[in-house]
């Protein structure tokens, strides 16, 4: 399961060593986490990242074909932390140390930088691959946070995107091998701890007003 610890004044969260889909726990989980990062005082930013293959593979798709009427609710969580994430109010940078897959890739969208191993790992929106469109609330943060012509090859082909390649298409932020990867995503989130405060998150909140209107949208056609 995700875990937080704090080095100096950035807050490491942890996503967990397996694939880290999005079950419910593990919604739950990352929700209370992150309400220790918020509630904290002083100087402080966040970096996500993971522990083996995976940064996160998504939606806990075996769980949601076994739960289906409860689908709404399911997905209504998951667009909720995204939401969340997206305005929180501290500086965010995702760490992407194993392959980074549709909702898990939506994830690494919401935070404010994202930081990618260059030699291996892959970050994909496969949903037209596997036959699940995307909700108007997950259209529209990827259509926020990537450049028009990025968002429709990344959404429409499913193309896996390389750490080079996802640099040169403007999806992350920098690219670094795999043993200062972590040191890169710290280094840059502590440049911008005295950031956190109401005013970032009240930034972030009005300058991704609809989709985050679109995300918290309760009635989600799911076809």
């Keep these: ?112 930088f994202r930081v990618m191993r260059g030699d291996r790992g892959y970050w994909c929106l496969p949903e037209a691959e596997i036959n699940i469109p995307f909700t108007a609330g997950m259209s529209a943060l990827i259509q926020a946070r990537l450049h028009p012509g990025t968002a429709h090859e990344a959404m429409v082909t499913a193309r896996r995107y390389g750490g080079r390649d996802a640099l040169a298409a403007g999806i992350v932020d920098r690219t670094a091998d795999e043993d200062s990867l972590r040191r890169t995503a710290l280094d840059l989130a502590a440049t911008h701890t005295t950031k956190a405060g109401p005013t970032v998150g009240t930034i972030k909140t009005r300058m991704y007003g609809p989709a985050l209107a679109a995300l918290r949208e309760k009635d989600i056609p799911l076809g």
Excluded at 17 to 39: I, Q
Excluded at 53 to 66: E, Q, T, V
Excluded at 69 to 98: F, H, I, K, N
């Design 1 to 112: 399961m995700p875990a937080l610890e704090r080095i100096d004044d950035v807050f490491v969260l942890d996503l967990g060593d397996t694939e880290n889909r999005f079950h419910p726990d593990w919604v739950a989980t990352v929700d209370g986490l992150l309400d220790e990062v918020e509630k904290a005082e002083g100087p402080r930013a966040l970096v996500t990242t993971a522990t083996g293959k995976f940064y996160s593979n998504g939606l806990d798709l075996d769980w949601l074909f076994a739960n289906t009427d409860r689908a709404l609710e399911y997905v209504s969580s998951v667009q909720e932390l995204l939401a969340r994430m997206l305005t929180l109010p501290v500086v965010t940078v995702a760490a992407l140390q194993g392959h980074t897959f549709a909702a898990g890739a939506m994830f690494s969208l919401a935070h404010d």
